[in-house]
């Protein structure tokens, strides 16, 4: 395994379909791939622009400006009060931090790495990059001995699924007796929808209810990329154990591996301002208001999606047939293979498309129900 091993990027594989629904005499709906369409918000590019004078190297730990306002954030919107300084880090967006931590931490040939079976590819790549063995498995119960880094997504992609505070903290008892750092990518946690996180913020694994006391071995990322529109700022960090962030830090050092100054001082201002993320979880709220009964009146089965960007579905046959209907409707949609091997027949809806793209969906979508 390594570099040179890795397959072919799996969405050239979506060409021929994009071509066919592109062909829809209303054009395409783009409900693919989950890159932000709406603005990024004014006070966030005032914020970059006011920085731009940026003539040093930044810093690779992070201004103090920043560090605080992700010390403060996570206080304030996730629960998480007893975070300092020294146990938080912005990355250059969540994506390379994901594919680099396993390598970051010195894993290599004979170590297994743990991910869900619906899963972000991402998780798989890593391993594979360090040479180590990417494991798919969801139930803690069979985390297997040995394990040196155990991933977990809540709120999921593609599938939405969230942990309960019960559940993180039995992730977190198990890692624990198998000497594993428990990382949990939690970068839709804004976004809550059904059931107790339609009112209850998504909990994290560093909220002192799960942790036991202590953040050893736990570590929690973050992206803005998603609940403030930052996904070409690449923005990202993440926060935990103070000795792992500490070892990430130096590593990171080395590699040169630093956000761009004018990106940490518009993190920084968009930590701190919550009005724009509410107006943006409004939006899609209101789009998946949109989208899922027309998704489900087309004769799909909607699965988890209790939160995150998507709605995962399936019509009961292969993916790749659904994906045919959907784009003969001028859809695109994403294939579920492309989340691992286990969910043949799912498919991925993404709600960052504008308003009047998911309208279109859906108008479509009820006609094919008819």
Request: overall charge negative; aromatic content about 8%.
């Amino acid at each position: 395994m390594g570099v040179r091993d890795l397959d072919d990027y799996p969405w050239d594989a979506v060409v021929p379909y994009r071509e066919r629904a592109a062909a829809h005499p209303d054009g395409l709906v783009d409900l693919s791939i989950g890159s932000p369409v709406d603005p990024t918000p004014a006070i966030v590019r005032d914020a970059l622009a006011e920085a731009t004078d940026a003539h040093a190297y930044p810093q690779t730990v992070g201004t103090p400006a920043l560090r605080e306002a992700i010390v403060e954030w996570y206080a304030r919107r996730r629960g998480v009060p007893d975070l300092a300084p020294r146990n938080v880090l912005p990355t250059i967006g969540s994506k390379e931090l994901v594919a680099l931590l396993p390598t970051l931490l010195g894993l290599g040939e004979g170590d297994i790495v743990v991910h869900p079976r619906a899963a972000y590819p991402t998780y798989e790549v890593g391993a594979r990059v360090a040479n180590a063995t990417p494991v798919a498995v969801d139930d803690p119960a069979e985390w297997p001995e040995g394990a040196k880094l155990i991933w977990i997504n809540t709120p999921g992609n593609p599938d939405g699924r969230t942990w309960t505070v019960d559940e993180l903290a039995a992730a977190v008892r198990r890692a624990r007796e198998i000497g594993a750092v428990l990382a949990s990518d939690e970068c839709y946690a804004e976004l809550g929808w059904d059931g107790p996180w339609a009112s209850e913020p998504v909990p994290s694994v560093l909220d002192p209810r799960v942790t036991g006391g202590s953040r050893a071995g736990l570590l929690s990322v973050y992206s803005l990329s998603k609940q403030s529109n930052l996904a070409g700022y690449r923005a990202a960090f993440i926060a935990g154990c103070g000795r792992i962030v500490g070892e990430l830090l130096t590593a990171r050092k080395h590699l040169g591996l630093m956000p761009p100054a004018p990106v940490q001082h518009a993190m920084a201002v968009a930590l701190r301002d919550d009005a724009h993320v509410e107006e943006q979880k409004a939006r899609y709220r209101s789009r998946r208001d949109i989208l899922r009964p027309a998704v489900e009146a087309a004769g799909f089965r909607i699965d988890r999606s209790e939160a995150g960007l998507y709605l995962w579905a399936t019509e009961g046959r292969d993916a790749w047939e659904s994906i045919g209907r959907l784009a003969d409707l001028g859809i695109l949609a994403g294939p579920g293979v492309f989340y691992g091997p286990h969910f043949p027949q799912h498919v991925r809806f993404s709600l960052t498309a504008s308003d009047e793209r998911i309208a279109a969906a859906a108008h479509r979508l009820a006609g094919a129900s008819s």
